[in-house]
C-alpha cells in the first residue's frame, strides 16, 4: 500500500529552517556546542555540525536528502555543514516570498492550470537556472572579480609553503570544530603531521594517501589528557606481539595472509588415510614442514613475521627458537598498506618454494612494543616514498566522545588541506558562438525533459519584490517584426512555448557584449543576429547607480507562432583588468617544484593554496560582485534569482556578527565595501584567520545543487508494505 504527498515550497523551507536552528548557535568562534539526547539515553555533545545533523532522527524524506546532500560535500570537502543548511534554508525561505508574490518574474498565471500546477512550473524554472548558476554566473564572477582579493599559502618562493599561514587556516578550522581550549593545540598538531607527511613536496599526492588511508594512521587513546596526543614516525599496528624477540637495528621482515601449520585439506597436493597410524604420520609431517619454513625464514634472516590469520601453537614454538617476532591477526587495510610502503608481496608459503631465496622480504627501520594508555601496540619503522613519509597520529582524550570528535576534526582538516591544494578548473568562455550554441543545447535538453501542454503567457511588471532587490521597468509590444531589436528580446528568455529558458549571462575578456538572438521556427533557425551592449565593471559603477536606464522588453508570439520557441541568449564580455595574485604579506610566485598542485590557466581556475580572510569576508565580497552583475542584468528572472543569492550569501556574515557587538556587521560590510571602492590590496590585512577559497566555492556549488535537487521533487511516494513477489507454478494445472 503506497501513500504519495505533495511537496511544495514552504515544506522544504519549514525543513531547512529547522534544521539550520540546531547547529546556526554553533557557528563561528564563538559558537557553543550542541548537546542532544536519544530515548535510550545516549548524549551527544559536539560543535561539528556533521555529525550533529546525522545524529537527528527525522522521519521526513527531504529533511533526509538535505542531511545526505550535507554528508556528501563534507565527504569530499571535510568541511562546511553548518554553513551549507544554514544558506540552503536563507534560499528556499528567500524563494518562497518571491514565489508567492503576484508580481513574481517568472510565467505567472496560465489558463487552464491549476494553482499548484503554476507553482510547481515556476519552481521548475528556478531549479533549471540554478543548474547553470555556478558554472555560466558563478564562475565569471570568480575569474574577473574575485581572483584579485585572494591570497595565497605559498611562500616568495615557489617551492615553499609558509608553514605559519598553514596554521592560520587550520586554526580557523578547528575553531569551529572543538571548543576553545584544544583549538590552537590541535591546529598546530595537525599541521606537524602535515609536514612530516608530504614534506613540503608532492603535496596533493601525499594528501591524498592521508585521506584515503586515514583510519590506519591514527588511533583513540582514552584515559589521558588531550595534550598527551602525538605524531610517531612510522605506523603503529593495532595488536600486540605473540611473539617478542627484541633485536637491535634494522630488521627484515615478512608479510603472510594464510596459516603456516596449513592443513592437508589446505595444500595442492592429495593424501589418503585409512588408519590411526597414518593420521598421526601426516600431523609429524605437517610439523616438519612448519619447522621447514620458519627455518627457512630464519636462513633468509627474518627477524619479523606479519601474518593477517591467526597462527598455530607450533608456529610460535618454532618462530621463538629461531628469534623471530610473530604479529598476528592484522587487518587486511594494515597489511595493504604495509606492503605497499615496504613494495612486498605476501608470502605464500603453501606454494612458494623453500629452497629459493625470499624475495618477498623487506626491511623496516625498527620494530618495538609501545605502550598506550592501558593497551599495548607495535610500532614500526617503514620507509617512505617520494610522496608521503609515513607518520602516526596518536589522538588522547578522557573518553570515547573526546576523541572520537577530534579524530573527525583532524580527518576533516587534512580532507579541507587536500582540497585547498588543488586546482579547481573553471568554466570560461572563449568563443561567443560557440558557447551560446552549448548554452542552446542545454537548454533544449530541458526542454525535452519537460513538455508543458498549454502555452504560458507574458510576464507582468516586477515592482519591489523585496527591500533588497532593485525594481525593473517592464514593457511589452503586441507584434514584432524581424529583424528583432535588442532591447525588444532582453526579456525573452523567461518566455518558452513549451518549456522554461532562463538566460544565463555568460563573460569573456577583450570584447563587448554580445547578444545573440535565435529566432527558432520548428527545427530551423530562421534569423540570427548580434548586437553589442557595454558592460560595466562593479568597481567603476557609482553608489547612486541602481538600475538600469533601459527599458526592458517582451516579446509576444503570435497565434500562428505558438508552436515555435524564442530563445534569447545574452553573453557578457567584460575587460580584464591585469590582476595579480597578492600573497599574506609577501609576493607569489608559483614554479617547478609543485607543478603537480599550482599548475593551470590563472584566468580560468582557483589556483592552489588561495585562501580569503574568515569572518565572512567570502562572502560580502561575492554578494557585492553578483549584485552589480544582477543590476547590469537584461533578463528580469535572472537578475531576481542573482539578487536572492546574493542576498542569501550575507546570512553567514550575520550569523556569526550575532554574538559580537552591536552593529558589528554593518561595520564589517561597510569596512569590506569601502576597501573595494578605494581599491585596497590586500583587503582587510588586520584578518589574521584564513579560509580555503576552493572549498567556499565547492560549498556554494553544492548548495546551489541540493536546492535545484529538492526543487523538482513534487510527490513523496511512501510504501507501507513491501509487495510480495508472485511464485510462478511449475505445473500448467495451477496456472
Not at 289 to 311: A, F, P, Y
Not at 438 to 459: A, R, S
Not at 478 to 497: D, F, I
Not at 616 to 630: K, P, Q
Request: with cysteine; hydrophobic share 35%; proline share 3%.
Amino acid at each position: 500500500m503506497a501513500t504519495a504527498t505533495r511537496v511544495d515550497l514552504r515544506r522544504l523551507a519549514q525543513e531547512a529552517a529547522t534544521l539550520a536552528g540546531v547547529v546556526r548557535g554553533s557557528l563561528g568562534p564563538r559558537g557553543g556546542q550542541v548537546l542532544l539526547t536519544r530515548p535510550t539515553g545516549e548524549v551527544l555533545l559536539s560543535r561539528d555540525g556533521r555529525r550533529v545533523l546525522e545524529a537527528l532522527n527525522t522521519d521526513s524524506p527531504t529533511a533526509r536528502m538535505m542531511i545526505a546532500c550535507i554528508s556528501t560535500h563534507c565527504s569530499l570537502i571535510g568541511d562546511g555543514a553548518k554553513t551549507f543548511i544554514i544558506l540552503l534554508s536563507a534560499f528556499l525561505q528567500g524563494l518562497e516570498k518571491i514565489i508567492e508574490r503576484d508580481s513574481a518574474p517568472f510565467c505567472k498565471r496560465v489558463q487552464g492550470r491549476e494553482k499548484h500546477k503554476e507553482k510547481r512550473y515556476r519552481l521548475n524554472q528556478v531549479s533549471q537556472f540554478l543548474m547553470m548558476f555556478h558554472t555560466h554566473i558563478l564562475d565569471r564572477i570568480l575569474i574577473q572579480d574575485l581572483e584579485k582579493h585572494f591570497l595565497s599559502v605559498f611562500s616568495t618562493y615557489d617551492t615553499d609553503i609558509n608553514r605559519s599561514t598553514v596554521e592560520l587556516v587550520l586554526e580557523a578550522y578547528f575553531c569551529g570544530k572543538v571548543v576553545n581550549d584544544r583549538q590552537k593545540f590541535l591546529s598546530q598538531l595537525s599541521c606537524d603531521f602535515f609536514y612530516k607527511t608530504t614534506a613540503g613536496e608532492n603535496v596533493t599526492e601525499g594528501l591524498h594517501l592521508v585521506d584515503e588511508c586515514f583510519a590506519e594512521l591514527h588511533t583513540a587513546v582514552t584515559g589521558l589528557p588531550v595534550s598527551s596526543s602525538r605524531i610517531l614516525e612510522g605506523l603503529v599496528l593495532q595488536r600486540d606481539f605473540a611473539v617478542h624477540c627484541p633485536s637491535e637495528g634494522e630488521k627484515r621482515v615478512l608479510v603472510v595472509t594464510e596459516p603456516i601449520h596449513a592443513a592437508l585439506s589446505d595444500l595442492d597436493t592429495e593424501v589418503v588415510i585409512t588408519s590411526e597410524c597414518q593420521y598421526q604420520a601426516s600431523e609429524l609431517w605437517r610439523t616438519k614442514r612448519t619447522e621447514d619454513i620458519v627455518r627457512h625464514m630464519q636462513q633468509n634472516c627474518i627477524k619479523v613475521l606479519l601474518s593477517s590469520v591467526k597462527q598455530d601453537e607450533v608456529v610460535h614454538y618454532w618462530a621463538e627458537s629461531c628469534g623471530i617476532s610473530v604479529v598476528e591477526c592484522l587487518s587486511l587495510e594494515e597489511i595493504s598498506l604495509i606492503c605497499r610502503f615496504i613494495r612486498i608481496s605476501p608470502f605464500r608459503p603453501s606454494r612458494d618454494s623453500l629452497r629459493t631465496v625470499l624475495t618477498e622480504a623487506g626491511v623496516v627501520k625498527f620494530c618495538q612494543p609501545l605502550q598506550l594508555g592501558t593497551k599495548r601496540y607495535v610500532h614500526i619503522g617503514l620507509t617512505g616514498t617520494h610522496a608521503f613519509q609515513p607518520h602516526y597520529v596518536v589522538l588522547c582524550g578522557p573518553v570515547h566522545g573526546v576523541t572520537q570528535q577530534h579524530a573527525c576534526a583532524f580527518h576533516g582538516a587534512l580532507k579541507m588541506l587536500r582540497q585547498m591544494f588543488a586546482v579547481v578548473n573553471l568554466t570560461e568562455c572563449h568563443e561567443p558562438k560557440s558557447e551560446s550554441q552549448n548554452l542552446l543545447n542545454h537548454q533544449q535538453g530541458l526542454v525535452e525533459q519537460q513538455q508543458c501542454k498549454e502555452e504560458p503567457n507574458d510576464c507582468d511588471n516586477v515592482q519591489a519584490l523585496d527591500n533588497q532587490l532593485i525594481p525593473f521597468g517592464v514593457e511589452t509590444e503586441k507584434q514584432v517584426s524581424t529583424p528583432v531589436r535588442a532591447n525588444e528580446l532582453a526579456g525573452l528568455c523567461t518566455h518558452l512555448c513549451k518549456s522554461s529558458c532562463i538566460t544565463t549571462p555568460c563573460t569573456d575578456s577583450g570584447h563587448n557584449t554580445v547578444c545573440s538572438v535565435l529566432n527558432e521556427s520548428g527545427n530551423s533557425i530562421v534569423d540570427l543576429e548580434k548586437l553589442s551592449l557595454k558592460y560595466k565593471h562593479p568597481d567603476k559603477m557609482g553608489d547612486a547607480e541602481t538600475v538600469l536606464s533601459e527599458s526592458i522588453q517582451h516579446v509576444h508570439p503570435t497565434v500562428q507562432e505558438s508552436t515555435s520557441c524564442r530563445h534569447a541568449l545574452v553573453q557578457l564580455q567584460a575587460n580584464k583588468d591585469g590582476y595579480t595574485d597578492p600573497g599574506y604579506g609577501t609576493s607569489v610566485k608559483y614554479g617547478r617544484s609543485n607543478k603537480s598542485c599550482v599548475q593551470g590557466n590563472a584566468s580560468s581556475s582557483i589556483k592552489a593554496g588561495a585562501v580569503v580572510p574568515v569572518g565572512g569576508i567570502f562572502e560580502i565580497l561575492l554578494h557585492y560582485y553578483l549584485s552589480s552583475y544582477a543590476k547590469q542584468c537584461q533578463s528580469t528572472s535572472t537578475s531576481v534569482l542573482c539578487f536572492l543569492i546574493a542576498d542569501v550569501l550575507l546570512s553567514i556574515p550575520k550569523t556569526l556578527c550575532m554574538t559580537q557587538k552591536t552593529n558589528s556587521f554593518a561595520r564589517l560590510y561597510l569596512e569590506v565595501t569601502g576597501a573595494l571602492r578605494n581599491g585596497q590590496q590586500p583587503l582587510l590585512t588586520h584578518h589574521k584567520s584564513l579560509e580555503s577559497v576552493s572549498c567556499k566555492y565547492h560549498l556554494l556549488a553544492s548548495v546551489v545543487q541540493c536546492a535545484a535537487r529538492l526543487l523538482n521533487i513534487d510527490l513523496i511516494v511512501g510504501i507501507r508494505k513491501v509487495p510480495q513477489k508472485a511464485v510462478k507454478s511449475d505445473s500448467e494445472d495451477d496456472q
